[in-house]
Every structure is written in C-alpha cells, then in structure tokens.
C-alpha cells in the first residue's frame, strides 16, 4: 500500500497583511482646482498642497481610480473589529470622490456638454513632522520631459496631468458633533504636468506717476507717504 502524500503549510498560503497609504497614480484627467506649487494657507498657517482632479463619469479614468479606492476600503474593513465593523453602519462614507460643480451648485460637465466630471481631492500638508521637528512636505512636480516645474508657474484650472498619492483608509471615527465618518483620503504625493493653463494671477495695475505716492525701499522699510501722518 502506497503511502499517502502528506499536506505542509506551505500548501496553504498566508493572508496577505494590509498596509495602508497604498501608493496609486492616476489616468490623464483635468484640474478643477490646484494648488500644486504654492500652498493654500487660507485654513492652515503652515499651508495645504492639494488638486482636485477630474475625469468624465464612466471613463477609465474615473472607474480605474474608483474601484482602487474601494477595493482599498474593502480590505481595510477586513482588519478591523466586530465593533468597529458596526460601526461603519452609521458611519458617513467618503471614498475622496464626488460630482464636481461650480460655484453656483452646477454640475461640471464633460466637453461633450452632458457627461458630469467626477472629482477626486488629493491633498498633502506643507510641512509634516520628522521626529520632533517639522520639514517641509512639497509635492514633486514635473513637465512632460520630466523637468521639475519651479513654484512661480501658475497651473490653473483645466490643466491636464497625471498625479501620484497614496490612499488612507481610516474610520470609523468621531468628530465635531458626534457625526461617525470613515473611508478613504487621497495623500498627494506629486504630479505630471502635461498641459497647463494659466491660474488667477491677481489684478493687473499700472505704475503710479503721482508723486505722493507709497513705495517700499530696497531693505523693506517704508518709503515716502507710509501713512504715518493719518
């Protein structure tokens, strides 16, 4: 009588461990609104990088992206406890995705003009901690031949590129007013620019020929007329 093969371990693989700030990159889509080479410090002193990304509902862009962001959520959920599982039921949702729309509350639409854009929100602080101490935290940026574009070029919405984040799934959590929140954020890593449209650059003015007129001297100081007799 033949002996029988024996089973090992091995024959049964382990379960792949979950790691979060899974690293993705996106398809070609299309700025709504970037703040990839200065910073927005309008709600943080210390400045946020961000770009909200677009791509048509249904294109390969926007489902690629979608379903990287759920089957990252998916695997979260199967790290986490029965109570925190629970939990999700009562949890507000944010998979970083939704329809895009204007400052009036209109959906943005696709060139075609019926087709709506689905936004995407990767965001970075400026500067993050390093042991005890904070560094800066800027996003690479690069052209079309892998030039690094420097911080005084203006990328304004309808720019085109591609951007690298990772995703972080969280949740579910607390915040402000007992709301329950979980899902996924988008940490904005860098970005390929491959055509740009230039930003708001600020109101145009004209040299002031008056002669009472305020003028800064080169080491900063107040020049003539600083205001000092109203």
Sequence with gaps: MKAQPTKTKAETPDPVEFKNYKRVYTKRGVAQFANLLEPNRRHNASGVFSVV???PEGSEGHVELAEAIEAHFEAYKETLSKADLAGLSKATLNLASKPAVNKDGSPVLAPDGTTPMIAFNFKADAMRKRGDTLVPNR???VDAKM???????SVGRGSELIVSGQMNAYGPAKVDGGKVIAGVSLALDGAQLLKRVEGFSGPEFQSYDGDDGFVV???GAPGQDD???Y
Excluded: H, R
């Design 53 to 55: 990304l677009m791509f």
């Design 139 to 141: 996003p690479k940026v």
């Design 147 to 153: 030039n690094v574009v420097p911080a005084a070029v």
């Design 217 to 219: 001297t080169e080491d």
């Design 227 to 229: 205001g000092s007799a």
